[in-house]
């Protein structure tokens, strides 16, 4: 028997700790969730990826009355950036979510679906996504990367 164990580094710093592009970046995130389409949840999540040309790209989630047939702001995001601008690698991705009337007290962390998409866009560009998730005590909590945030996973390297 042996045992293997995994750890994560989480820093969790302050909004005004953050360099100024982190900001912005949280700052986009917070904005998108206005144009979230959530009228079965009532959870508005935002998301803003930063590409490497410095553009920042938002998404929000798009739900439906076909429940699964809806879509999260972090594949939103990730899946437009990707059609508009294949070439430009994603850097980083913040994400924050307005429920009840104000941004959530707890962080908002991307679900399986979304963390499974930005491990294949960390392996597409062959570079980590560094990821900023925002609560409304101004925290900011980062992860350094997605496969950071999902040890053992699957990728490409197992379909050789
Ligand atoms: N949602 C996101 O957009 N991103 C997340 O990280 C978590 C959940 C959405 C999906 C659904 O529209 C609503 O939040 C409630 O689950």
Redesign the pocket.
């Known amino acids: 028997m042996k045992e293997i164990n995994l750890t994560t580094k989480i820093t969790v710093y302050s909004y005004e700790e953050c360099t100024e592009i982190e900001k912005k970046l949280i700052d986009a995130a917070k904005l998108a969730t206005s144009n979230a389409y959530?009228p079965?949840?009532h959870?508005h999540?935002g998301?803003a990826l930063l590409l490497e040309n410095g553009k920042i790209i938002t998404g929000?989630?798009q739900?439906n009355a076909a429940y699964p047939s809806?879509l999260?702001?972090?594949r939103t995001a990730v899946f437009y950036a990707n059609a508009q601008y294949p070439d430009q690698k994603i850097e980083a991705l913040a994400?924050a979510?307005f429920y009840n009337g104000e941004f959530t007290n707890d962080l908002?962390?991307?679900?399986g679906s979304?963390r499974q998409v930005l491990l294949e866009v960390e392996s597409r560009y062959n570079s980590s996504v560094k990821i900023l998730l925002y609560n409304k005590k101004d925290e900011v909590y980062v992860a350094e990367s997605m496969s950071s945030l999902m040890p053992l996973s699957f990728t490409k390297t197992a379909l050789v």
């Open positions: 959530a079965y949840s959870f999540v998301a929000n989630n739900e809806g999260c702001a972090e994400v979510a908002i962390s991307p679900c979304c």
